[in-house]
Nanobody, 124 residues
């Protein structure tokens, strides 16, 4: 079955960096758009970044533009999220998500496969 497994979360001080990874299995990775979402404590899940199946197109939430970078390695079935200049408001559970390349690329179009999430905590 399809599995998306996030890793790389942890505790970091404000201004620091973390790199998240999401390893996919059970699907043809290169046929899927991939996304990162997050859920801050007590809030709803929100979009962070997305990357097209080829890696040629990316999109970011305004709150992370210029600080976060999404990338993918189709040979390794892995999508990454490099997070720099972290702020306390970036504290959240971060989720990896996938949807078929036949779907609309826009992050507003639903993703149908999700990982379990990894906790990122940024201390002030």
């Amino acid at each position: 079955q399809v599995q998306l497994v996030e890793s790389g979360g942890g505790l970091v001080q404000a201004g620091g960096s973390l790199s998240l990874s999401c390893a996919a299995s059970g699907l043809t990775f290169s046929s899927y758009h991939m996304g990162w979402f997050r859920q801050p404590p007590g809030k709803e899940r929100e979009f962070v970044a997305t990357i097209s199946w080829s890696g040629g197109t990316t999109d970011y939430a305004n709150s992370v533009k210029g600080r976060f970078t999404i990338s993918r390695d189709n040979a390794k079935n892995t999508v990454y999220l490099q997070m720099n200049s972290l702020k306390p408001e970036d504290t959240a559970v971060y989720y990896c998500a996938a949807k078929s390349r036949s779907r609309i690329f826009s992050w507003r179009d639903a993703y149908d496969k999700w990982g379990q999430g990894t906790q990122v905590t940024v201390s002030s």
